[in-house]
């Protein structure tokens, strides 16, 4: 077992609809922050992977404890780990677009390039995980501009972003990872964490004392709203 025994994580249920939604399906323009449901419902996002060291640790955890999350990949790394998108599709996760080469300045670059960075990793994730539907859209340091969240939207992809950020990809130590989750929760929160560029041994560490702290305050594990809010 990966996990010490806890109290069953609660992930709130998603209706068939939900998780076969099609890729055309309308989704607002807006940045979606906020976890779907209540208050106390909090939405785990995973972003840069697929890593072939970091992405099985993770799932492993979340797994362990029961809890679904939301995979925000960068097209090249699905193209180069297909297994792991299956993986992650197989395991209850949704999918999300972080861009095919998380390119800081795409916001400072032209429409057709941002469409080509957007379109082309929703491509490629897809066809790494046949049958699967790509969800989200979360644009690199969340530098969103107004036409990439109309690129996004109009393929069925809801603008992604996060209400908290521990900063795990800095590698501060797992104490301060799980710091700044406990003492920074909104109302529903979108958690941001990492599991690729590099060693993500602090993330997986703090979401192994995270994920049960969750269930011992109450919160239920959910995805990021999608389609209203």
Same mark, same amino acid.
């Given at each position: 077992?990966?996990?010490?025994?806890?109290?069953?994580?609660?992930?709130?249920?998603?209706?068939?609809?939900?998780?076969?939604?099609?890729?055309?399906?309308?989704?607002?323009?807006?940045?979606?922050?906020?976890?779907?449901?209540?208050?106390? @419902?909090?939405?785990?996002?995973?972003?840069?992977?697929?890593?072939?060291?970091?992405?099985?640790?993770?799932?492993?955890?979340?797994?362990?404890?029961?809890?679904?999350?939301?995979?925000?990949?960068?097209?090249?790394?699905?193209?180069?780990?297909?297994?792991?998108?299956?993986?992650?599709?197989?395991?209850?996760?949704?999918?999300?677009?972080?861009?095919?080469?998380? @390119?800081?300045?795409?916001?400072?670059?032209?429409?057709?390039?941002?469409?080509?960075?957007?379109?082309?990793?929703?491509?490629?994730?897809?066809?790494?995980?046949?049958?699967?539907?790509v969800?989200?859209?979360?644009?690199?340091?969340?530098a969103?501009?107004?036409?990439?969240?109309?690129?996004?939207?109009?393929?069925?992809?809801?603008?992604?972003?996060?209400?908290?950020?521990?900063?795990?990809?800095?590698?501060?130590?797992?104490?301060?990872?799980?710091?700044?989750v406990?003492?920074?929760?909104?109302?529903?929160?979108?958690?941001?964490?990492?599991?690729?560029?590099?060693?993500?041994?602090?993330?997986?560490?703090?979401?192994?004392?995270?994920?049960?702290?969750?269930?011992?305050?109450?919160?239920?594990?959910?995805?990021?709203?999608?389609?209203?809010?």
């Amino acid at each position: 077992m990966c996990c010490p025994a806890v109290a069953s994580a609660t992930t709130r249920p998603t209706t068939p609809e939900a998780r076969t939604a099609p890729a055309a399906a309308t989704v607002p323009l807006s940045i979606a922050r906020a976890a779907d449901g209540g208050a106390r @419902d909090v939405a785990i996002t995973i972003d840069d992977g697929p890593d072939p060291v970091w992405t099985p640790k993770v799932l492993d955890v979340l797994k362990g404890y029961g809890v679904k999350a939301t995979f925000c990949m960068i097209g090249t790394n699905a193209g180069k780990y297909p297994d792991l998108v299956r993986r992650v599709v197989a395991d209850g996760h949704r999918l999300c677009d972080h861009s095919v080469s998380h @390119d800081m300045t795409m916001d400072k670059k032209p429409v057709a390039y941002q469409e080509r960075q957007i379109l082309d990793a929703k491509n490629t994730i897809e066809k790494a995980a046949p049958g699967a539907t790509v969800d989200y859209y979360r644009a690199p340091g969340g530098a969103f501009t107004p036409d990439s969240r109309r690129i996004a939207a109009r393929h069925g992809m809801r603008p992604l972003g996060w209400s908290v950020d521990p900063e795990d990809w800095s590698r501060p130590g797992t104490s301060a990872i799980v710091a700044a989750v406990e003492s920074g929760l909104p109302a529903d929160p979108t958690v941001l964490f990492h599991d690729g560029g590099g060693d993500r041994g602090e993330t997986v560490e703090a979401l192994r004392t995270l994920l049960p702290w969750f269930v011992e305050h109450g919160y239920a594990f959910t995805f990021p709203v999608r389609t209203a809010g």
